[in-house]
């Protein structure tokens, strides 16, 4: 039921009353000024924020726990190469012989014990040293007629000339006498490197141990 201006006095009645009534697309109308609408852009907003907040904290995660794996596998490769047997004397030329550290220590032995002394000079990284290692070492008869020598293998010179009368090279062998004499007229079998042994050269080393245990006479 709709009402025109002149009938104002009529709207006014029917509203104090209650009796008054409204078309529906007045409702319409009504309902589509009063109806309040959900803020959809701000939860859409907040929705996203939170999304972004949660994937930066799972790549954190995912780093943070790369980062420790990384560091754990690090660590334990280092852990893994670091156990080595510890260097002994004998630097691989007989581990069941006994060998002195320093030379002063050879000569003060070989004077004492009256054995002669037989040095090896020798290098880690030289191929020819290596060669010649692993022949002394598994040869039986040179490893028990080593038994009866003060031994000493150095991987650096000494101060001593006497122990490289032809030159400082490797791998060279020397005997020094219980007198502290230094054997130089015991030689190998080559003319510009007169104390070098090869592998193939086992049978002269042995001949040469043999000559210097053959003591030299001093008087006394």
């Known amino acids: 039921m709709g009402y025109k201006k002149r ?7 029917h509203l104090r009353t209650g009796t008054l009534k409204l078309p529906a697309s007045s409702f319409l109308a009504k309902d589509k000024r009063t109806d ?13 924020i939170s999304v ?29 190469s670091a156990p080595k047997l510890p260097q002994t004397l004998s630097r691989g030329w007989g581990d069941q012989l006994i060998w002195t550290q320093t030379y002063e220590e050879a000569l003060y032995k ?3 014990s009256n054995k002669p002394l037989m040095i090896i000079h020798h ?18 008869e040179i490893q028990k007629l080593a038994e009866q020598f003060v031994l000493l293998n150095l991987v650096y010179e000494t101060t001593d000339k006497h122990l490289s009368p032809d030159g400082q090279y490797v791998p060279r062998i020397m005997f020094v006498d219980p007198s502290l004499t230094v054997r ?13 042994y090869e592998p193939s050269d086992v049978a002269l080393l042995l001949d040469n141990m043999k000559k210097a245990l053959k003591l030299l006479k001093t008087e006394l």
């Open 36 to 48: 309040i609408q959900p803020p959809f852009h701000r939860v859409f907003a907040m929705e996203k």
């Open 123 to 140: 290098l880690d990284e030289c191929p020819h040293s290596q060669a010649l290692k692993k022949v002394f070492a598994e040869n039986k």
């Open 184 to 196: 130089a007229d015991i030689t190998g079998r080559y003319s510009n490197r007169l104390y070098a």
């Open 52 to 80: 972004s907040a949660f994937l930066l904290l799972v790549a954190l995660s995912y780093t943070l726990a790369k980062d420790i794996t990384v560091k754990s596998g690090a660590k334990k490769d280092t852990k893994d």
């Open 7 to 13: 009938d104002g006095l009529a709207f006014l009645k």
């Open 110 to 112: 070989s004077k004492t």
